[in-house]
């Protein structure tokens, strides 16, 4: 505290305190200069979303923007985080907007704007027209590319439209098409350059786990972190494996790789659910959900594959015993799983399991159906020193694809009663 905030009043203390420009650290304060696209990259909990939703507000309240775009990996996170979070617009201080859901807007004392839009549905944002928009965690939606494609459309209001995007990043082609746009401005932040504002437990937490390999400089120092050096996949496969997918499967399957052990420091219960269709070298798989969690109890996690089987409707469930063989099966029974329960024996590495099934990804003949980041981070980083870390969600994906691809059985789809 210096001369100068020792001598304010209570009430100049009070507005100091609702100055966002004074509390702000740097990379969190719009760059200066004619820029179109303010790229904010930040590790988890690096005050992104506070950045985001001041940035907004303040074009909003001053009349700078009168119509701007709020889009989020899905409605829900738009409403919940950009909208309704902590650190949302609602949040601020100062004359709130007004939220109406039946038109998912947020609307301003002056008349102006914000709609929510979801970057699952990019045809949405054709049509409508926009001075500003802010884009959030847009390496975790599931169309980045055609999404972002078709909201630059739209900005075209106003003196010079601009858009914010706050991001954990990830080695995508759309992330990396907007740092190499010449209209691009590029701000950085840490997670531990927030520790103010974020619980002393997590950070705990995060120092305890902190190994400085890829996925942490990525998710906490927001670096932008490319293909590992001999990983089985590489992140051009796993783009070019987007697709959607309108359901005539052959078969679907759920793929559980139990954990060795429970409780918080135990590896993840990797759960994956997948589907195929065709025939011979036309048969081409589909990466439907990923429902792997991490530090939960035996019923816990197969209370998990039980609710992912109703949701995907799976034929069976292929589970791997090595890590308690029948007990595996009975667990998932007590579940209440209906549907049969494969188990399936690791006799070869890891790796050399896995390697026939990123053939598959170079071949075209694997696709997901939405951005499973944490899968996909671990796909590539697969093959490598992990420094003790077991690859559970590939596990669980390679024994789903093997089943469905390399074991294809053929027949009709039966289940047990």
Same mark, same amino acid.
């Given at each position: =505290?210096?001369?100068?905030?020792?001598?304010?009043?209570?009430?100049?203390?009070?507005?100091?305190?609702?100055?966002?420009?004074?509390?702000?650290?740097?990379?969190?304060?719009p760059?200066?200069?004619?820029?179109?696209?303010?790229?904010?990259?930040?590790?988890?909990?690096?005050?992104?979303?506070?950045?985001?939703?001041?940035w907004?507000?303040?074009?909003?309240?001053?009349?700078a923007?009168?119509?701007?775009?709020?889009?989020?990996?899905?409605?829900?996170?738009?409403?919940?985080?950009?909208?309704?979070?902590?650190?949302?617009?609602?949040?601020?201080?100062g004359?709130?907007?007004?939220?109406?859901?039946?038109?998912?807007?947020?609307?301003?004392l002056?008349?102006?704007?914000?709609?929510?839009f979801?970057?699952?549905?990019?045809?949405? &944002?054709?049509?409508?027209?926009?001075?500003?928009?802010?884009?959030?965690?847009?390496?975790?939606?599931?169309r980045? %590319?055609?999404?972002?494609?078709?909201?630059?459309y739209?900005?075209?209001?106003?003196?010079?439209?601009? =858009? =914010?995007?706050?991001?954990?990043?990830?080695?995508?082609?759309a992330?990396?098409?907007?740092?190499?746009?010449?209209?691009?401005?590029?701000?950085?932040?840490?997670?531990?350059?927030?520790v103010g504002?974020?619980a002393a437990?997590?950070?705990?937490?995060?120092?305890?786990?902190?190994?400085?390999?890829?996925?942490?400089?990525?998710? $906490?120092?927001?670096?932008l972190?490319?293909?590992?050096?001999?990983?089985?996949?590489?992140?051009?496969?796993?783009?070019?494996?987007?697709g959607?997918?309108?359901?005539?499967?052959?078969?679907?399957?759920?793929?559980?790789?139990?954990?060795?052990?429970?409780?918080?420091?135990?590896?993840?219960?990797? $759960? $994956?659910?997948?589907?195929?269709?065709?025939?011979?070298?036309?048969?081409?798989?589909?990466?439907?959900?990923?429902?792997?969690?991490?530090?939960?109890?035996?019923?816990?996690?197969?209370?998990?594959?039980?609710?992912?089987?109703?949701?995907?409707?799976?034929?069976?469930?292929?589970?791997?015993?090595?890590?308690?063989?029948?007990?595996?099966?009975?667990?998932?029974?007590?579940?209440?799983?209906?549907?049969?329960?494969?188990?399936?024996?690791?006799? $070869?590495?890891?790796?050399?399991?896995?390697?026939?099934i990123?053939?598959?990804?170079?071949?075209?003949?694997?696709?997901?159906v939405?951005?499973?980041a944490?899968?996909? %981070?671990?796909?590539?980083?697969?093959?490598?020193e992990?420094?003790?870390?077991?690859?559970?969600?590939? %596990?669980? &994906?390679?024994?789903?694809?093997?089943?469905?691809?390399?074991?294809?059985?053929?027949?009709?789809?039966?289940? =047990?009663?």
């Amino acid at each position: =505290m210096n001369s100068l905030t020792r001598s304010l009043t209570a009430s100049q203390w009070e507005m100091l305190a609702r100055e966002w420009s004074f509390w702000a650290r740097g990379a969190q304060l719009p760059p200066e200069g004619d820029w179109r696209t303010w790229l904010f990259l930040g590790g988890r909990g690096a005050g992104k979303t506070r950045a985001g939703a001041q940035w907004v507000n303040g074009l909003a309240r001053s009349g700078a923007a009168g119509r701007i775009a709020l889009v989020g990996p899905t409605f829900h996170d738009v409403r919940e985080v950009l909208i309704e979070g902590v650190s949302g617009l609602r949040a601020l201080d100062g004359a709130r907007p007004i939220y109406e859901p039946s038109r998912r807007r947020l609307l301003w004392l002056n008349g102006a704007q914000a709609y929510a839009f979801s970057a699952e549905d990019p045809e949405s &944002l054709r049509g409508p027209q926009f001075d500003a928009a802010w884009c959030d965690e847009l390496c975790y939606w599931a169309r980045p %590319d055609e999404a972002l494609e078709t909201l630059s459309y739209g900005l075209r209001l106003g003196a010079r439209p601009r =858009m =914010m995007v706050t991001t954990t990043p990830r080695p995508i082609r759309a992330l990396k098409q907007l740092i190499g746009a010449p209209d691009t401005v590029v701000t950085n932040a840490k997670t531990w350059e927030n520790v103010g504002n974020v619980a002393a437990d997590f950070l705990a937490a995060l120092r305890a786990r902190w190994t400085g390999d890829a996925r942490h400089r990525q998710e $906490i120092l927001g670096e932008l972190i490319e293909d590992v050096d001999g990983a089985l996949w590489r992140r051009a496969d796993i783009e070019a494996a987007r697709g959607s997918a309108d359901g005539g499967f052959a078969r679907v399957v759920v793929a559980v790789d139990p954990p060795a052990t429970s409780g918080a420091n135990a590896d993840a219960c990797g $759960i $994956i659910a997948a589907a195929a269709r065709g025939e011979g070298v036309a048969r081409e798989a589909f990466v439907l959900a990923d429902a792997s969690v991490r530090g939960a109890r035996p019923n816990e996690w197969a209370g998990r594959v039980a609710a992912l089987v109703k949701r995907v409707g799976a034929d069976y469930v292929v589970a791997e015993s090595n890590n308690g063989g029948e007990m595996v099966r009975a667990v998932l029974a007590a579940a209440g799983i209906k549907v049969g329960v494969q188990l399936v024996h690791a006799s $070869i590495g890891k790796r050399a399991r896995a390697e026939p099934i990123a053939a598959l990804y170079a071949q075209r003949r694997v696709k997901h159906v939405a951005a499973f980041a944490e899968l996909e %981070d671990e796909m590539c980083a697969f093959g490598v020193e992990s420094g003790g870390k077991s690859p559970d969600r590939v %596990d669980a &994906l390679v024994w789903a694809l093997t089943d469905l691809m390399l074991h294809a059985r053929g027949g009709p789809r039966a289940r =047990m009663l």
